[in-house]
């Protein structure tokens, strides 16, 4: 079963802290999407990566890094973290001809 | 700038009732594919549409490529149809990048 598994589910920091989001897929999809999701912006690609090793920026990338150790795993980095990074976050896998599958999403407060 | 955008920002249907949402594009592009979300919950794919019509049993996706443009019409709404809908298009190197989406209630 296609499946894209994000941890934490549910995380609090406090503000200047470090944050590691994971997301694991287990779908042998070359791609995989970070987003943060905020109400009144939707759904915006952080950074994305088309396989282990690569790694492309997306639209609101600044704050974050990223790292697409293998084929599987794709973490999120907040090395200094701040209130304003305070939201929802998916991560996603593509086969890049329409099967993308979506985590459950991690909400992150930063305090 | 927002890249896909979509209307009704929302939208109330009676149970039975059939929608129509839209998705424009400012920037070309060649694949184009649809979302569902409850509120809080994961994105999960409704239907991948590069062109022409797709059907998935009461969904109905068109694309128009040249006029940048993309719909979804749900027919016989109900109430299990109430979340968001959000339109993706697909730019080089494979980046999927979303719209704000259309909020749908469907009232009994």
């Known amino acids: 079963e296609a499946a894209v598994t994000q941890s934490p589910r549910n995380k609090v920091t406090v503000t200047g802290g470090n944050v590691t989001l994971s997301c694991r897929q287990t779908n042998s999809h070359n791609y995989m999407y970070w987003y943060r999701q905020d109400t009144g912006h939707g759904l915006r690609l952080i950074h994305y990566s088309y396989g282990a090793g690569n790694l492309q920026i997306g639209d609101v990338p600044d704050g974050y890094k990223a790292t697409r150790t293998t084929q599987e795993d794709f973490f999120l980095l907040l090395e200094l973290a701040s209130p304003s990074q305070t939201s929802l976050y998916f991560c996603?896998?593509?086969?890049?001809?329409?099967?993308?599958?979506f985590g459950k999403g991690t909400r992150l407060t930063v305090v | 700038e927002q890249q896909v955008q979509q209307s009704p920002a929302s939208l109330v249907l009676q149970e039975a009732e059939n929608a129509e949402l839209q998705c424009s594009f400012s920037?070309?592009?060649?694949?184009v594919q649809w979302f569902y979300q409850r509120p809080g919950g994961r994105l999960v794919s409704l239907l991948y549409n590069p062109s022409g019509t797709k059907q998935s049993g009461r969904l109905t996706s068109t694309t128009v490529i040249k006029e940048r443009r993309s719909s979804l019409h749900i027919s016989s709404s109900q109430i299990t149809d109430s979340g968001t809908y959000l339109c993706a298009k697909y730019s080089a190197g494979n980046k999927l990048t979303f719209g704000i989406g259309t909020r749908v209630l469907v009232r009994p």
């Open positions: 996603a896998s593509s086969d890049g001809q329409g099967k993308v599958f």
């Open positions: 920037i070309f592009t060649n694949q």
